[in-house]
């Protein structure tokens, strides 16, 4: 029988089971895909403790991203025919679909063939990354020639997603890291691309060094906390400031004098405002699948675990070690 990963209360990830499961048929607008590759984000380990944006019906599955092939199409269900190789965007709810298996069911609105140069791996590892930085930096602030990014967490795999489509736009992003321990990594993952150390340089003094004075126009964050201040103040008269997570377990402040003083945007981001939208969603699959084609995205893999580890793969998730995505893979 189909493997699947559950929990069945919130908590570490220790609370993660491999259990088996009745195969189930695809119904309408669904795709049943045996899967080779899953993609680990940060919201799966938060959805995970009970602190995402949802709160988890127990016993519940996870996932949003996984590569496979298609192994049967549900009624109604176009431009997908078993055999062919695909990937899933995040587009829908934990509550009702889980990435996390050997065999696992679909919305055929969230499946994407796979561009045939691109293997299981690295299209498990594409779609929430290259969206989520597409949507925040294209779609909504229109990321052009000589803006200055800022993208605190840049070892993080949306973190490189940004740093990529920033450079492919002509823009300049300043990659943000706490020490210097990642920063050699992070040096050889986006070369060229300036560094700073924000527990070590004082932040703003180094956005103004680099940007002459003049500020970063967008800066894309998923922490929060009390370093979105000094973001804000690292930031240019009219500039926007992404709020897309909430890593910090701290308080985050309001910037109020910067805010006020330099007219600046500073709003709560997700995926979702994208993935829910059709039009905006095949406007952001168009971007990823032709960057990916073009070679300017390009997944950055940290380690690869099997299934039978999923522990481990969420622990390492924790650790905040890795330099890009945790890939888990399945089968041979």
């Known amino acids: 029988m189909p493997r699947i990963v559950r929990f069945h209360e919130t908590g570490g990830p220790e609370v993660l089971r491999i259990e088996e499961q009745p195969r189930r048929e695809p119904r309408e607008g669904e795709v049943r895909i045996k899967v080779r590759a ?8 938060m959805f995970r403790l009970g602190q995402y944006l949802e709160t988890p019906s127990l016993p519940s599955t996870l996932g ?3 590569s496979g092939i298609v192994d049967a199409v ?4 176009d431009g997908f025919r078993p055999g062919q190789a ?10 009702q679909y889980g990435m996390y298996g050997d065999e696992v069911i679909a919305p055929v609105h969230a499946v994407v063939a796979n561009p045939d140069h691109l293997g299981f ?3 498990a590892a594409s779609w929430m990354q290259y969206l989520t930085a597409w949507g925040a930096l ?3 602030a229109h990321v052009h020639t000589g803006d200055f990014v800022l993208i605190p967490a840049a070892t993080s795999s949306v973190g490189l997603a940004a740093i990529q489509i920033s450079l492919a736009a002509g823009a300049r992003p300043i990659a943000l890291t706490r020490s210097g321990a990642k920063q050699a990594a992070l040096e050889r993952a986006a070369p060229g691309v300036p560094v700073i150390r924000t527990g070590e340089q004082d932040l703003v003094a180094e956005v103004q060094r680099l940007t002459d004075g003049k500020g970063a126009r967008i800066g894309f964050d998923p922490v929060g906390g009390p370093t979105v201040e000094k973001l804000a103040n690292a930031l240019s008269e009219g500039g926007i400031l992404f709020e897309y997570g909430a890593l910090s377990p701290e308080p985050t402040p309001f910037p109020l004098f910067a805010a006020l003083g330099k007219g600046l945007t500073i709003r709560g981001y997700t995926l979702f405002e994208i993935s829910r939208d059709p039009a905006r969603l095949q406007a952001g699959k168009s971007y990823v699948l032709e960057g990916l084609a073009s070679g300017r995205l390009k997944p950055v893999i940290a380690r690869t675990f099997p299934l039978e580890q999923i522990v481990e793969a969420h622990r390492f998730l924790e650790s905040n070690e890795q330099v890009g995505k945790i890939v888990v893979t399945v089968g041979d």
């Open 38 to 45: 899953i993609g680990l984000n940060r919201a799966e380990a």
């Open 64 to 66: 949003y991203e996984a």
């Open 74 to 77: 549900g009624p109604g269900v």
């Open 86 to 95: 695909v990937s899933t965007i995040p587009a829908f709810s934990m509550m």
């Open 121 to 123: 791996n690295e299209a």
């Open 138 to 140: 294209v779609d909504l």
